[in-house]
């Protein structure tokens, strides 16, 4: 997924898609993604929340971080 995120874009991980992710993932089956993920406003919320971290970069000795 992450692979064709770089592809695509931001909109391939919008919210508005989440559902249908989940169902692929969860083989069609929403309760059995609550009950791995938990809440299903705490699911979106990490969703939202670890987008900002996909392109961001590590500082290291051998590659510093330009911010």
Not at 25 to 48: H, M, Q, R
């Amino acid at each position: 997924m992450l692979a064709h995120y770089v592809k695509e874009g931001v909109q391939e991980l919008d919210r508005e898609k989440l559902t249908r992710l989940l169902r692929l993932k969860y083989n069609d089956s929403l309760a059995d993604a609550v009950a791995d993920l938990g809440k299903p406003e705490e699911i979106g919320t990490v969703f939202s929340g670890f987008q900002k971290y996909l392109y961001q970069q590590t500082a290291t000795p051998s590659n510093p971080a330009i911010f």
